[in-house]
């Protein structure tokens, strides 16, 4: 399967009051939106994924500009490098896009001089996961079926030693996600520092 990526934005909101986050104080957010195209060469799926980039959390060590200018960077070099990638299943171009993202962080890291340090791994699977929840939902549609559903007929329903290690051997997604949506779900506050 091939991966294209068609769009990405930044969309940002202000927060109502500010939120103390540890040492940070934010008063908004960016949040990135990306969508892409997944096809297997008969079929296709768009997906969209999404996910704040909460430097506040993800890179604490630096000063919040440079580590959400940081991650900023990594999402435009992350689309830029996705466009294109190729695997045979889903779980491997997951596989793909993370170590991609691995790379790029190290790669910015290393030209960026405001930096305290290396960009955390942390950062870097924020960015990866709006990528990868992109795909994923690309994957859902490209097979027009519940993309959670699908996930447990795959191989990793059953084993997830591949990707884990050999005491996964017997355990998979089967026993970890549902096989249907849960009608509600409880909604949670945030209290932060300032609160």
Not at 78 to 85: D, E, I, S, T
Not at 123 to 129: D, G, I, T
Not at 141 to 151: D, E, I, S
């Amino acid at each position: 399967m091939k991966l294209q990526v068609e769009d990405l934005k930044f969309e940002s909101a202000t927060f109502r009051t500010p939120l103390k986050f540890g040492a940070s104080v934010c008063k908004g957010m960016i949040m990135p939106v990306v969508s892409v195209r997944l096809t297997d060469g008969a079929r296709e799926g768009i997906g969209a994924g999404a996910m704040p980039l909460g430097n506040a959390w993800a890179f604490p060590a630096a000063p919040h500009e440079a580590s959400l200018a940081a991650m900023r960077g990594l999402t435009e070099r992350m689309a830029k490098a996705a466009h294109g990638a190729k695997a045979d299943s889903i779980f491997e171009l997951s596989h793909e896009l993370e170590t991609t993202a691995s790379k790029l962080a190290n790669e910015i890291a290393i030209e960026s001089m405001g930096l305290p340090g290396p960009i955390p791994k942390l950062c870097a699977l924020v960015v990866f996961s709006l990528f990868d929840i992109g795909a994923f939902d690309a994957w859902g549609k490209m097979h027009r079926a519940n993309t959670f559903a699908l996930l447990r007929s795959t191989p990793e329903g059953d084993d997830l030693s591949r990707w884990l290690d050999s005491s996964f051997h017997a355990f998979g997604l089967k026993q970890t996600l549902r096989s249907a949506p849960k009608p509600s779900l409880p909604l949670f506050h945030l209290v932060g520092g300032l609160d």
